[in-house]
């Protein structure tokens, strides 16, 4: 037999022999305690709900700082989000001209917008970080 054969043979006796054989594993010790997947779980859903209530308490403190400006500073604000749509809209154009939007869905959507940032104008609403309404059951 050649060296070629000779040695495939062996490598393919070593990894039989080595497939076959009980590997053991040994877990160090230590003092600390073990934690499962569903503590795991269970505390990091405790910090996205502590996440929550803080960004929740941060929205409710912006609404009442936006509440103390003057009609002229709450207009610039508006302003700014105007162009902003004006923006948007020509972002939405552009992908009716491209194929990727429908026109039909485009003139709602700039609708919607506009009677959204209308409505907000009229009552004096804090623009961003609307409340979420929620479903009754």
Partial sequence: MSRVKVCSMAIACLVSIIGM?????????????????TETD??????????????????????????????KQKDEVYQLLEKNMKIQYEIMDKLVDL???????????????????ERAKE????????EKKRKSN
């Fill in 42 to 71: 269970e505390i990091q859903q405790d910090k996205k709900e502590e996440q929550k209530d803080i960004f929740r308490d941060k929205k409710k403190e912006a609404r009442e700082k936006w509440d103390t400006l003057s009609e």
């Fill in 99 to 117: 194929g990727v939007l429908h026109k039909e869905d485009v003139t709602v959507m700039k609708a919607n917008m506009a009677e959204r940032l």
């Fill in 21 to 37: 054989s009980p590997v053991s594993t040994f877990a160090a010790e230590t003092d600390s305690e073990s934690v499962t997947l």
């Fill in 123 to 130: 009552k004096g609403e804090f623009p961003l970080f609307k």
